[in-house]
């Protein structure tokens, strides 16, 4: 998804916020999270501190200066269909298993393969926001649970336990809903 960046007055962002963690908490018990450091945290804290909180504490929090995680999609536990906030179901099939999922036709026209993104029952999409001087940044990104587990963008480091948010240029099957779900709150 590219970057958007709009003036703070250009996105209802309460609106997004509400919607989204009531969707998402069909998801995940916690759909929306503040972090001050995306390479590294615990998301047992997160847990705890967002579990309940409220849009307008999430808000007034993100307004501080901290990295405000929005979930999109949940992990992939239903393999291939993910379920996402939008009320749809995508399915993330790399182009290896063509075959397997679709009959000698192959995969329908306009089928978006899922060749780099790889989700895990510990890891999402969803949006990245910031917010510096007035003016908020939404970026994709993934979230890992467990970003030392073999998903995660440092999963060669087992020492210790950790979650991660890595940005996402290219999300692939999720580009476009997580465009047009966000049109929705941007003026």
């Known amino acids: 998804m590219k970057e958007y ?9 309460k609106g997004f916020l509400k919607e989204s963690i009531a969707a998402g908490k069909k998801i995940m ?8 450091d995306i390479s590294k945290f615990d998301f047992d804290e997160c ?12 808000y007034n929090e993100f307004l501080t200066g901290k990295h405000l995680f929005v979930l999109f999609s949940d ?7 993910v379920a996402c906030i939008d009320g749809e179901v995508y399915q ?3 182009e290896m298993e063509e075959e397997e999922y679709f009959d000698e036709e192959g995969a329908p026209e306009g089928f978006v393969f899922t060749n780099k993104l790889r989700l895990g029952e510990t890891s999402s999409i969803g949006y990245l926001l910031t917010y510096t001087d007035g003016e908020v940044t939404i970026q994709s990104a993934q979230f890992y649970l467990d970003a030392t587990g073999g998903l995660g963008p440092n999963s060669f480091a087992h020492l210790i336990r950790y979650s991660a948010i890595e940005l996402r240029e290219d999300v692939e099957v999720f580009e476009q809903p997580l465009e047009d779900y966000l049109k929705r709150f941007v003026k």
């Open 75 to 81: 992990g992939g536990v239903n393999y291939p269909d």
């Open 29 to 36: 018990s916690v759909p929306a999270f503040l972090v001050d």
């Open 5 to 13: 960046k709009c003036a703070l007055e250009n996105i209802n962002l």
């Open 47 to 58: 847990f705890d501190e967002y579990e309940e909180a409220s849009v307008e504490e999430i």
């Open 92 to 94: 993330t099939i790399d």
